[in-house]
């Protein structure tokens, strides 16, 4: 066992605060429906941004509404997996990434410990240089003839028993929303077809 599961003497309410951050980045970061996401560039060049906004988006909610509980942050993971990166999840992963925030949460702020952020930091600073482990994530296309099967996914995002922090070694494919029918473009009565700038 980690020796850092031992409660830390009278931690300051900016520790506990920072480390909550780091856990909750900890937790996107380990989420391979996001880093797909980011590494496709479903949500733009600025992906990773968007992910750092996200952890301390999510870390300032509970610092508005204590009461914001899983069902909470799976609404948020879902809305921002959908309007910032255009990516419709069908996996339920997001309910394991939500499930580790809350248990991050507790630890901290209940219990005064930093046992499952201190061993997410310890996988990410030993993964650091070798890449995301992304196992099985796929990029599926929404052209309506992508196979839905959950091959082997029955195991996917499982919560060890007693408390161990979720092992995101693997997810099932990533489902781009369909973009935004164009509009048919306008021709007047001499032939030319009117052009409209997409505004930025």
Do not use: C
């Not at 830390?8 to 970061?29: E, Y």
């Not at 910032?84 to 997001?94: A, K, N």
């Not at 939500?98 to 949460?105: D, L, V």
């Not at 209940?110 to 650091?128: L, N, S």
């Amino acid at each position: 066992m980690s020796t850092a599961s031992t409660p830390t003497a009278n931690p300051s309410d900016k520790l506990k605060a920072d480390r909550f951050g780091q856990g909750i980045w900890f937790a996107l970061q380990a989420w391979p429906a996001l880093t797909v996401a980011i590494q496709s560039q479903f949500g733009g060049p600025d992906g990773a941004d968007k992910r750092d906004w996200l952890a301390g988006a999510i870390a300032d909610i509970f610092v508005d509404n204590p009461d914001t509980d899983q069902l909470d942050v799976e609404t948020i993971l879902l809305q921002v997996m959908e309007d910032e990166f255009e990516v419709r999840l069908e996996d339920e992963s997001e309910v394991a990434v939500a499930h580790t925030i809350m248990k991050i949460h507790t630890e901290i702020f209940h219990e005064a410990k930093f046992t499952t952020v201190d061993a997410m930091e310890k996988r990410w600073v030993d993964r650091r240089g070798k890449g995301p482990n992304l196992g099985n994530v796929r990029v599926v296309e929404n052209d309506g003839t992508n196979n839905n099967n959950n091959d082997d996914d029955d195991d996917v995002y499982t919560d060890e028993e007693d408390g161990e922090d979720m092992d995101m070694d693997e997810a099932p494919p990533l489902v781009p929303t369909a973009p935004k029918e164009k509009p048919e473009p306008e021709v007047d009565e001499d032939g030319f077809t009117k052009v409209i700038k997409k505004r930025r």
